[in-house]
């Protein structure tokens, strides 16, 4: 079983910037490939960035296209999202996901991003 555990959030004006990291443990990360993912109160859960074991595939979802930058580390077995010019819209549980087929299996507790205006 892959342990997942997310730090960096908290509160933050809009326009400030955060840094979420998402550090792996209990077995490799070798091949998976990992996602961000985020659930606004009232809302249904989207996925805001991945990226692939190389690095060389990487999306983001448009609302967040040119702010937020999602990056690994795999000999820490880390991934991290910069997420930058924040808004109010922004504001929810984020959450670290690891997959190596289809769907995404291992997920982390989640970190709370709050963004006032």
């Known amino acids: 079983q892959l342990q997942l555990v997310e730090s960096g959030g908290g509160l933050v004006q809009a326009g400030g910037s955060l840094r979420l990291s998402c550090t792996a443990s209990?077995?490799?990360?070798?091949?998976?490939?990992m996602a961000w993912f985020r659930q606004a109160p009232g809302k249904e859960r989207e996925e805001v960035a991945s990226?692939?074991?190389?690095?060389?595939?990487?999306s983001y979802a448009d609302s967040v296209k040119g702010r937020f930058d999602i990056s690994r580390d795999n000999v820490k077995k880390t991934v991290y999202l910069q997420m930058n010019n924040l808004k109010p819209e922004d504001t929810a549980v984020y959450y670290c996901?690891?997959?190596?087929?289809?769907?995404?299996?291992?997920w982390g507790q989640g970190t709370q991003v709050t963004v006032s205006s």
């Open positions: 209990g077995r490799t990360l070798s091949g998976y490939h």
């Open positions: 990226i692939s074991w190389t690095s060389i595939l990487i």
């Open positions: 996901a690891a997959r190596s087929g289809d769907e995404y299996r291992d």
